[in-house]
């Protein structure tokens, strides 16, 4: 295996390369120069000064698309900071992440925005595109200036943890955003239902004695904005669905033409309620982990179509936050560097094949977004991922890049590891620095 240098031509060797849009599957090379892919084939000749990578065994892959990342920064910089967000969305395999807005203050201006992208493009290790807010302030109230906020660079909108409460402002955000051609992403929840719910509502709470979050919190928001979205015509995203009721909606509300996408999340297609038992704040999440019932139809519907994307939700919190007890603790999980191993998982369960698993994180994400990413085509960005599928590791949130801990798979034994990740033909991580 040789070295290579960053921003000159490369050319990496033998590996099975894995581009979804492109529909290749095969052995064969990639060449980068000037940090675009100049060709992708079987025996492709290096030039004189071109580095070598030697991939056999290997898979060569689009880097990663996270439509769900929080960065933390402005304002929440002893959790995370653009910096360390995208150090470890390297260290994950991933080479854009889609910045959520609940930062403070929120990302709810164009001066906020700006911030974002200059920090990532001084600091940053890899492609941040912001996401501004639905409303000022995130309260619900008055839609913020979206025309403001997408141009000055924010791919989509969205109110985060904070779901859009009244029906008419989602109405008129779904019909405002229609003139920019970005999609309202909405994390579905009715406060009420969820008002001090700590974990799931089933038999796993009632045998702790914490007050449980019903799947209705979720898919009454669902049903709410799949009816919203078919009478504006409006592009809907639907964050880290948890429920099978969700996944049922929005299967029937696609085939009826309604433009909505969906994304999941890897502690969801993983983790079971059962993971909160002794009392661990760190399977504490929102939405919260589910019923076994609830990951198989989520895994059905990343298997079928009806979910468009993995996503990680990453939501890193300061460990002395985690460590408070599980009601006053902080929902969320530092989820860049644990994504593909988890989903990885899935193919060696039978569930998908590994295209199908790259694609949920590449040209699927990319898909979404309407972004020119997520795939090897020549002349696309080098934003590129490898990955050793069968490389073992045990998962140790003190080498974690991100600045928080937060995870319930410490000590969890993986199988998938990321190799090098390549941001416009430049080595933003490699595992053997």
Known sequence: MTTQTNGGSLLIRGGRVIDPAAGLDAICDVEIADGKIAACGPGLKPGPRTALFNATGLVVCPGFIDLHTHVREPGYEYKETVKTATESAAAGGFTTVFAMPNTNPINDTRAVTELVLDLARREGAINVRPVGAV??????????EIGELVEAGCAAISDDGRPVT??????????YTLSFGVPVIDHCEDL????????HEGKVSTMLGLRGVPAAAETVMVARDLALAEL???????????????????????????????????????????????????AKMNPPLR???????VIEGLKDGTIDAIATDHAPHAPEEKSWPIAEAPFGVVGLETALPLALALSAEGHLSLPQVIALMTSKPAAVMRIDRGSLRVGAPADVTVIDPEAEWVVDPAQFRSKSRNTPFAGWKMRGRVIKTLVGGKVVYDASA
């Open 135 to 144: 409303t000022k302030g995130s309260r619900g109230e008055e839609l913020a």
């Open 166 to 175: 009244s029906s008419l402002v989602m109405r008129r955000a779904l019909e």
């Open 192 to 199: 009420a239902l969820s008002s001090g719910g700590v974990m």
């Open 232 to 282: 504006t015509g409006g592009r809907l995203h639907l964050a880290h669905m948890s429920c099978a009721a969700s996944v049922r909606m929005i299967r029937e509300a696609k085939a009826r033409g309604v433009r909505v996408t969906a994304e999941a999340c890897p502690h969801h297609f993983t983790l079971t309620d059962e993971a909160v038992i002794g009392f661990k704040a760190d």
């Open 291 to 297: 019923s076994r019932e609830d990951v198989l139809a």
